[in-house]
């Protein structure tokens, strides 16, 4: 099997656009397994959509080096490729002073040549001097080769990709002028997921476009060159070559609206015992089941359907009275709330405007509000349905949840925000809603814990 990652040199570089036409265009005839660098849903889902594979998540803050390793090995199998995609620029972590979070630590733990990124606008000389600099700021990171982006021209092109083969002694083996069918759809903080609208028609003419563009602008040839073989590995156990007997069913809500789960989410509750039973807040009403998780997504722009399956509200707020274990993340906390109030201006609202939700958690949801992106560090108390347990997550969101005074919250917060003064993770009953996302590798015990207690009610 062969390996490489595709980073750029900071934000907006294009790698993900030239990673996702070169995940299709060597999946014609390839099994490609894609990884992202990163605590990312929207990427992975169009990494996934392209390839025809879950793509996995690797971050070095929340997990463990072996834990790095299990994802990527168990991932890999059956594949002839694997792709990863780095997150911002190279260097970029959790602080200034270590690689920890960073493209480059995934590199080095993992030991995969890099393809550098290198947004050329305006510049050919300097390209050099820069790409230079990354070549001599980490001597245990491997950049294998250039590729340039928003080239103007070919003057422009061929002075840069001169400037950086003789100073650089490094091949450059794609130059991509700029297109506009390289932006993809932004929405909120970041890329709008694929799963939503599912028509996909925009999506699928822009990846084609983007696919036969690529074709054209980097040597495949050289590209497949750089990549690193490696020997197949199919004995190598990870956590989750496990058998276990499932004996207990977990509604899982997956729709246009809660669509944020890891691909690992599924596989950590299988190897806990637990059968997952998908479900539409949008769309069903609740399935049978010992327990229920509602993940991230974007509720709030589906508040008439969700505000309308009162059913759906209602059957959920009568399950946490009744002490069934419900996790509700980010969206589902937000879903969770009495309300949601969306304000004038947002998505084109005339007036404020407030739809009702599960009244589960005593108080509301406003969209809009500042907009946090963040690492999260915490430990979660005893009397929590995930337990007790040191861990490490993120949040992203643009909406501020208002809880009632007296609210119990099972998280307290060393990094992050959460949702009041450093607490997160409100619970009653046995319900818990919390901004903090968990990756469910690095968070397995507090997943196995919540599986537990559900076991308890089956």
Same mark, same amino acid.
């Given at each position: 099997?062969?390996?490489?990652?595709?980073?750029?040199?900071?934000?907006?570089?294009?790698?993900?656009?030239?990673?996702?036409?070169?995940?299709?265009?060597?999946?014609?005839?390839?099994?490609?397994?894609?990884?992202?660098?990163?605590?990312?849903?929207?990427?992975?889902?169009?990494?996934?959509?392209?390839?025809?594979?879950?793509?996995?998540?690797?971050?070095?803050?929340?997990?463990?080096?072996?834990?790095?390793?299990?994802?990527?090995?168990?991932?890999?199998?059956?594949?002839?490729?694997?792709?990863?995609?780095?997150?911002?620029?190279?260097?970029?972590? !959790?602080?200034?002073?270590?690689?920890?979070?960073?493209?480059?630590?995934?590199?080095?733990?993992?030991?995969?040549?890099?393809?550098?990124?290198?947004?050329?606008?305006?510049?050919?000389?300097? !390209?050099?001097?820069?790409?230079?600099?990354?070549? !001599?700021? %980490?001597?245990?990171?491997?950049?294998?080769?250039?590729?340039?982006?928003?080239?103007?021209?070919?003057?422009?092109?061929?002075?840069?990709?001169?400037?950086?083969?003789?100073?650089?002694?490094?091949?450059?083996?794609?130059?991509?002028?700029?297109?506009?069918?390289?932006?993809?759809?932004?929405?909120?903080?970041?890329?709008?997921?694929?799963?939503?609208?599912?028509?996909?028609?925009?999506?699928?003419?822009?990846?084609?476009?983007?696919?036969?563009?690529?074709?054209?602008?980097?040597?495949?040839?050289?590209?497949?060159?750089?990549?690193?073989?490696?020997?197949?590995?199919?004995?190598?156990?990870?956590?989750?070559?496990?058998?276990?007997?499932?004996?207990?069913?977990?509604?899982?809500?997956?729709?246009?609206?809660?669509?944020?789960?890891?691909?690992?989410?599924?596989?950590?509750?299988?190897?806990?015992?637990?059968?997952?039973?998908?479900?539409?807040?949008?769309?069903?009403?609740?399935?049978?089941?010992?327990?229920?998780?509602?993940?991230?997504?974007?509720?709030?722009?589906?508040?008439?359907? =969700?505000?309308?399956?009162?059913?759906?509200?209602?059957?959920?707020?009568?399950?946490?009275?009744?002490?069934?274990?419900?996790?509700?993340?980010?969206?589902?906390?937000?879903?969770?709330?009495?309300?949601?109030? =969306?304000?004038?201006?947002?998505?084109?609202?005339?007036? %404020?405007?407030?739809?009702?939700?599960?009244?589960?958690?005593?108080?509301?949801?406003?969209?809009?509000?500042?907009?946090?992106?963040?690492?999260?560090?915490?430990?979660?108390?005893?009397?929590?349905?995930?337990?007790?347990?040191?861990?490490?997550?993120?949040?992203?969101?643009?909406?501020?949840?208002?809880?009632?005074?007296?609210?119990?919250?099972?998280?307290?917060?060393?990094?992050?925000?959460?949702?009041?003064?450093?607490?997160?993770? !409100?619970?009653?009953?046995?319900?818990?809603?919390?901004?903090?996302?968990?990756?469910?590798?690095?968070?397995?015990?507090?997943?196995?814990?919540?599986?537990?207690?559900?076991?308890?009610?089956?």
């Amino acid at each position: 099997m062969k390996q490489i990652l595709i980073t750029g040199d900071r934000s907006g570089s294009g790698k993900t656009s030239i990673t996702l036409a070169l995940t299709a265009l060597l999946s014609k005839n390839k099994r490609v397994q894609t990884f992202k660098v990163g605590m990312d849903y929207i990427d992975p889902s169009y990494l996934s959509a392209v390839s025809g594979r879950p793509c996995r998540n690797l971050d070095s803050f929340t997990l463990s080096e072996n834990q790095i390793r299990d994802i990527f090995h168990f991932g890999c199998r059956d594949a002839d490729i694997a792709l990863v995609e780095g997150v911002r620029g190279l260097y970029e972590g !959790a602080d200034a002073l270590t690689d920890i979070g960073s493209t480059a630590s995934i590199a080095k733990v993992l030991d995969i040549p890099v393809i550098l990124v290198v947004s050329a606008q305006s510049i050919t000389r300097s !390209a050099a001097a820069l790409v230079k600099g990354f070549l !001599a700021f %980490d001597q245990d990171v491997h950049i294998a080769a250039v590729i340039l982006n928003n080239v103007k021209g070919g003057s422009h092109r061929d002075k840069a990709v001169a400037a950086i083969e003789h100073y650089c002694d490094i091949p450059v083996i794609g130059s991509i002028p700029h297109m506009e069918e390289m932006q993809l759809a932004m929405r909120h903080l970041g890329l709008v997921p694929y799963r939503e609208g599912s028509g996909q028609g925009d999506f699928n003419a822009r990846i084609e476009t983007i696919t036969e563009m690529i074709g054209k602008f980097v040597d495949l040839e050289r590209f497949g060159s750089i990549m690193k073989e490696i020997s197949s590995s199919p004995h190598y156990k990870t956590l989750f070559d496990k058998s276990v007997d499932r004996d207990v069913r977990i509604g899982v809500a997956l729709d246009e609206a809660f669509n944020f789960y890891y691909a690992d989410f599924f596989d950590i509750l299988r190897i806990a015992g637990a059968e997952s039973i998908p479900f539409s807040p949008v769309h069903d009403r609740l399935p049978d089941a010992d327990g229920y998780i509602i993940g991230g997504g974007y509720p709030e722009l589906f508040v008439k359907e =969700l505000e309308a399956n009162d059913r759906m509200r209602e059957a959920l707020r009568e399950v946490s009275k009744n002490n069934l274990p419900v996790y509700g993340e980010c969206g589902g906390l937000m879903y969770l709330t009495d309300h949601m109030t =969306l304000k004038k201006g947002w998505h084109d609202a005339q007036k %404020d405007k407030d739809y009702e939700m599960c009244k589960v958690f005593s108080g509301e949801t406003r969209m809009p509000s500042r907009r946090v992106v963040s690492y999260v560090e915490g430990t979660s108390t005893d009397d929590s349905p995930l337990g007790a347990a040191p861990f490490r997550g993120h949040e992203f969101h643009y909406s501020e949840v208002m809880l009632t005074p007296g609210t119990r919250y099972a998280y307290q917060l060393s990094r992050g925000v959460g949702i009041h003064d450093n607490l997160d993770g !409100a619970v009653i009953n046995n319900t818990l809603g919390s901004y903090t996302h968990l990756h469910p590798v690095a968070n397995e015990g507090m997943f196995r814990h919540f599986v537990r207690l559900c076991r308890k009610n089956a």
